[in-house]
């Protein structure tokens, strides 16, 4: 059964903390990428990877960074927390242009 | 204009009913499309993709129509258990899935 998973389902953080969200998947794919979703603003791509080391910005990347070390473990790093970075962050993995498989995500609070 | 369109609902139908979704596209030259289905507090699933010739898998159907830029999701004898929103997917890059662009979703709930 295919997985990705993420390292915490609930976390909370005091604004200017840095705050590390990891996502492991098994499934030996190429591509790794970081959402946040928020109520009315849908899904929103972070940051993405298509290889080791690679990355690429996605359509909201400030404020965050993103470490891929080894290609099942994709990082997202937010340097210093503040509160408009509370939200549901889902981590998803892909091998070229199939599904997306997701994590069951990490819903974080700033305080 | 959004690139990718949907009415938020909710759809409220009792079970049994046939309902259908519609999402539209703004980007003409968008190569692939998807369903997803995210329960409440859930993460998203594939729920098909969409072929140009249209597609069906059970109580559900998919199709594509290119010239009105739309797709569309209908589901026939509805289930308790489809009570979810479902996110419209559209992929812009041939050869890869890096950059799919989501509709905000739409909610359905199925009733007793």
Redesign the interface.
Known sequence: DVKVTQSSRYLVKRTGEKVFLECVQDMDHE?MFWYRQDP????R?IY?S?DVKMK?K?DIPEGYSVSREKKERFSLILESASTNQTSMY?CAS?S?????F????TRLTVL | RKEVEQDPGPFNVPEGATVAFNCTYSNSASQSFFWYRQDCRKEPKLLMSVYSSGNEDGRFTAQLNRASQYISLLIRDSKLSDSATYLCVVNVNAGNNRKLIWGLGTSLAVNP
């Open positions: 591509n009315g603003l849908g899904l791509l993405f298509y690429e996605g889902l892909s070229g242009v199939h599904e997306q997701f994590g069951p995500g």
